[in-house]
């Protein structure tokens, strides 16, 4: 048993700012590369940002500079800083992980999403 925990997503103005927060907790052997996805309504849901285990960072075009990614390994716990928030951002965040456990091979875990709406 995986379970990714979302938190920080609400409603704020243009060029406000919000911090997503996903912890995972369970059976947990490793944790490899994680990500946030968001999904706008009637639109497929889309690569915000992914982290590997080494720090490596990729961030889709739209969120460059004002996005950050970052990881804490000690807590399981994945984190999205989002600065200057554009109307345009508004839509579900989730939260996806690469999990090991035991006696089974690496898959993916996604979280339950944290909506954030951006007004102006």
């Known amino acids: 048993q995986v379970q990714l925990v979302e938190s920080g997503g609400g409603l704020v103005q243009a060029g406000g700012s919000l911090r997503l927060s996903c912890a995972a907790s369970?059976?947990?052997?490793?944790?490899?590369?994680m990500g946030w996805y968001r999904q706008a309504p009637g639109k497929q849901r889309e690569l915000v940002a992914t982290?590997?285990?080494?720090?490596?960072?990729n961030y889709a075009d739209s969120v460059k500079g004002r996005f950050t990614i970052s990881r804490d390994n000690a807590k399981n716990t994945v984190y999205l800083q989002m600065n200057s928030l554009k109307p345009e951002d508004t839509a579900v965040y989730y939260c996806?992980?690469?999990?090991?456990?035991?006696?089974?091979?690496?898959?993916?875990?996604w979280g339950q999403g944290t909506q954030v709406t951006v007004s102006s």
């Open positions: 982290i590997t285990s080494g720090g490596s960072t």
């Open positions: 369970g059976s947990i052997l490793s944790i490899n590369d």
């Open positions: 996806k992980a690469a999990v090991g456990v035991w006696r089974k091979r690496q898959d993916d875990y």
